[in-house]
């Protein structure tokens, strides 16, 4: 895509600090990080997002947020968050299919989300029959 700054990052008209590379995909530092080491796993090929990103190419995506995972581990985190935003309203601001890898410590003062919605009596049975129908 023409002004997608990662298809941008990806024809090195754009510079990142790579972290791995292979023929599909590419990992690099976050130049806004949560937390440093904070890296974005992203595919070669433009999709939106993960409705658009074909399954063997999401799963090779894993694979190298595992082994990414594994190098992070250097920096001595307390833990690490995987997160995808797909779409505006989930907080995605670059629709360039991409996945999160954030290094994680006590006291950095990022905040996991907490749960604000229940469920009404015999709603998630409801809820549970339109998604499995839908799939």
């Known amino acids: 895509m023409e002004n997608c700054i990662f298809c941008k990052i990806v024809k090195e008209e754009i510079p990142a600090t790579k972290l791995y590379e292979d023929s599909e995909a590419l990992a690099f530092l976050d130049i806004n990080p949560i937390n440093i080491g904070h890296t974005l796993v992203i595919p070669k090929k433009h999709f939106k997002n993960i409705l658009e990103t074909p399954e063997d190419i999401m799963a090779?995506?894993?694979?190298?947020v595992k082994k990414v995972s594994h190098?992070?581990?250097?920096?001595?985190?307390?833990?690490?968050?995987?997160?995808?935003?797909?779409?505006?309203?989930?907080?995605?601001?670059?629709?360039?299919?991409?996945?999160?890898?954030?290094?994680?410590?006590?006291?950095?003062?990022?905040?996991?989300?907490?749960?604000?919605?229940?469920?009404?009596?015999?709603?998630?049975?409801?809820?549970?029959?339109?998604?499995?129908?839908?799939?």
């Open 60 to 64: 090779h995506m894993m694979k190298i």
């Open 71 to 135: 190098g992070l581990e250097a920096l001595k985190p307390d833990g690490i968050n995987i997160k995808m935003n797909n779409k505006e309203a989930a907080g995605q601001d670059v629709f360039h299919s991409h996945i999160h890898i954030m290094p994680r410590y006590k006291g950095d003062g990022f905040e996991p989300w907490h749960s604000k919605t229940k469920y009404k009596e015999g709603q998630k049975e409801e809820i549970a029959k339109k998604i499995i129908s839908a799939l």
